[in-house]
């Protein structure tokens, strides 16, 4: 049969061989009744699902100074207004999804309350966007971050995409380990770097005002080449909703606290409104501080700043690095190379990689939402060993690593797509909202109940018209400079999770048990078994034996045919032994396996509709994945085909090798081993059942519960 005999693959073998690996990059499995001991305090959520729009101050006002350069520094005086109207958006933002959280506190965020209260398209058209911008998030922050560090280390610039593409991998496992842990990593850099930018803010503000220090940053004597002098009228206009545009960057991850609910203690919903509240406060103090800053230190920012910045009216050449605003205001009010300096230089280039993790809350739990819902693979929905969604991390990883990939891990490209898949779920959503109030308004009787209501719809109104037209200005002024990607990824992930929708829909229509009598509860009228065979040796003896004990109605063996010495020799064995099973031979002039013994199955389909073809396949098992290496795989291709044949069923018999078994005993013997630390020393606590070792990996060979695996 191609071989001595069909060989199958087993997969606990090679899980138990991955097993110690995985223990080590993640930690030991957690039982499911621990999910709650990784919820969040608030201390801890802040910098988990806020890290986000917290860091975007280190490149928001260096997005807004770079447009407005585009009309010369002379175009700077308007930065404070852009600050004041992303402030006025901001407050209503955080206003808007206060009322979200505590309305929908399951953590379906945007998606459940445009589903809710507009249908199924629109929320499909959130999810859409969300997805989106969570990978933006990634994609964004960690390129920044580079940018960042590169500043201090040309090697990190030298290779960005390389060492963005190793932060993804870092920050993925560190994920894998568990929400909780992560978050505690993540805090002492955030807060450092919110104190920090705090710090700087005070005292630049006490060397100014009080002081009367002169405080210049190291561009204040550069100039700038304006591409278009003397801008008026529609032109300024479109300028400033550009730049306006630019600096709602620091609204990306507002939604995610909202997607985030289920993730905090208890009291939930009160919990996550004050995070929201907190986040919203801190964040457009610091944006407005370093904008305020950027003017009275006069940093100079360009597009092109090797051919649009001059010094002494020569253009600084390729060679300059034009660092980020936070930067350079850091160095005039800090000093260069200073103590307070380098720690917000580090904090800053840290908390960019770590706003990432802003999205790596949010589209595991998102994805996890959508595929209870059939619109994504059910694996998604499952938490890993760790409690994680960790199926949701790893394509979240994969895809922003692709993003970094195409477009080189450069931040003002990417940038350029970002923030238009938040402003469409932020605006179905205020508007979802609008109707829950209207729904809920049409019945409720009580006075004081209903004038909260009219507060909270006010609120979202608001906030559905102001971030409906923030969509807009967004659209416009940024579609050709690479917003239609992230529209035509929208698109993308709409029609792949409406195709999956179809095919799940499909899949429960198809396999529905009926209600009468049907084909697939009339019994076959006879059973026809065939022993796939080879050679007679132990493994093809055992699965004779369990055919047998199948009392079919007819049962034979098969062989085919592809070297006739050894079909001789099977012939001449099988009569000496005397075994009463007919022993049928299948010619295969070209060699093959499969084929035969298909077209052989089917013939005996046609000949009788109504009976069942059983097919048992004798296997035998080994110990070591290089082992699998020298046999073929014959089995497992019959198998796979097998599968499409209406009326046949297929039948493996295993046969362990002694490898196999020592496999059994390295499994148990690991099972048995515990890492130093992974058991608490002192009593043990009451109350909480006692966790067997190496939990989460499956069933140990040889132990006395069933492995469905093997």
Not at 163 to 189: D, Y
Request: hydrophobic share 45%; proline share 5%; net charge positive.
């Amino acid at each position: 049969m191609g071989g001595p005999v069909f060989e199958g693959l087993r997969s606990s073998v090679v899980s138990k061989l991955t097993d110690v690996p995985k223990r080590i990059l993640i930690g030991r499995a957690l039982r499911s009744d621990r999910l709650g001991e990784t919820l969040l305090p608030k201390r801890i959520a802040l910098p988990v699902f806020a890290s986000d729009p917290l860091s975007s101050v280190a490149y928001a006002p260096g997005e807004v100074l770079l447009v407005l350069s585009i009309a010369g520094v002379s175009a700077y005086h308007f930065s404070p207004w852009i600050a004041l109207a992303v402030v006025v958006l901001m407050f209503t933002v955080v206003a808007s999804y206060r009322q979200n959280v505590h309305a929908y506190p399951s953590g379906g965020g945007d998606y459940e309350v445009a589903t809710t209260n507009l249908g199924p398209r629109a929320g499909l058209t959130v999810a859409s966007a969300l997805l989106v911008d969570y990978v933006l998030t990634v994609a964004v922050s960690i390129a920044s971050g580079i940018e960042n560090l590169g500043s201090a280390i040309p090697f990190v610039v030298e290779h960005k995409v390389a060492c963005a593409v190793a932060v993804i991998v870092l920050l993925t496992l560190m994920n894998l380990r568990g929400v909780k842990e992560s978050g505690k990593l993540f805090a002492i850099p955030t807060y450092v770097f919110v104190a920090g930018v705090f710090i700087m803010i005070a005292w630049g503000a006490f060397r100014g005002l009080v002081l009367d220090d002169t405080m210049r940053a190291p561009t204040a004597e550069y100039t700038i080449k304006a591409e278009h002098q003397g801008l008026a009228g529609f032109a300024l206009v479109f300028l400033l909703l550009r730049a306006f545009s630019s600096g709602c960057a620091a609204l990306t991850g507002v939604e995610a606290i909202s997607n985030g609910v289920p993730a905090f203690r208890k009291p939930k919903s009160k919990n996550a409104a004050s995070t929201l509240a907190a986040m919203g406060l801190l964040a457009v103090t610091m944006f407005c501080g370093i904008i305020v800053l950027a003017l009275f230190t006069k940093v100079r920012m360009a597009e092109n700043p090797a051919v649009d910045l001059l010094k002494d009216g020569t253009a600084v050449g390729a060679d300059y690095v034009q660092n980020p605003v936070i930067t350079q205001v850091a160095e005039a009010v800090f000093g260069k190379g200073s103590f307070l300096f380098i720690v917000l230089a580090a904090a800053t280039a840290l908390v960019l990689f770590l706003a990432a993790n802003t999205a790596y809350n949010g589209f595991p739990v998102l994805g996890s939402i959508l595929a209870q819902d059939r619109y994504l693979p059910r694996q998604l929905h499952t938490r890993g060993d760790r409690l994680a969604f960790s199926n949701g991390i790893v394509l979240l990883a994969g895809a922003a690593t692709m993003l970094v990939i195409i477009y080189g891990a450069d931040s003002t490209r990417l940038i350029q797509l970002y923030i238009v898949g938040v402003f469409v779920s932020f605006t179905l959503s205020q508007i979802g909202m609008v109707r829950h109030w209207n729904r809920l308004l049409a019945t409720e009787t009580d006075q004081a109940k209903r004038r909260h209501m009219v507060r909270s719809r006010a609120i979202n109104t608001f906030g559905a018209f102001f971030t409906g037209l923030v969509l807009i200005v967004v659209l416009v002024t940024k579609f050709t400079h690479g917003a239609w990607v992230a529209l035509l990824g929208m698109v993308i992930f709409y029609g792949t999770m409406s195709a999956i929708r179809r095919h799940y829909d499909g899949v429960s229509e198809e396999i529905a048990a009926p209600e009468g009598p049907s084909d697939d509860t009339v019994r076959p009228s006879r059973v026809h078994s065939v022993l796939l065979i080879s050679k007679i040796h132990r493994p093809t003896l055992r699965a004779l034996a369990y055919a047998k004990l199948m009392r079919s109605d007819t049962l034979e063996a098969l062989t085919v045919n592809v070297d006739p010495a050894e079909t001789k020799t099977l012939r001449d064995e099988w009569e000496r032994r005397g075994i009463d099973v007919p022993l049928k031979v299948l010619d295969s002039p070209y060699r093959e396996v499969t084929r035969p013994v298909i077209e052989y199955v089917k013939s005996l389909r046609q000949e009788s509709p109504r009976d069942a073809v059983s097919v048992i396949i004798p296997e035998y098992v080994v110990g070591h994945w290089y082992e699998h290496l020298l046999h073929n795989q014959s089995a497992l291709r019959l198998k796979g085909r097998l599968l499409f044949t209406p009326g046949v069923m297929v039948t493996s018999v295993p046969y362990q090798l002694q490898s196999s078994e020592a496999a059994k005993k390295r499994a148990r013997r690991r099972s048995e081993w515990n890492a130093p630390g992974a058991v608490r020393r002192g009593p043990a606590q009451e109350g909480r059942p006692k966790e067997p070792s190496g939990s989460g990996s499956g069933n140990a060979p040889g132990s006395s519960k069933p492995d469905a695996k093997n």
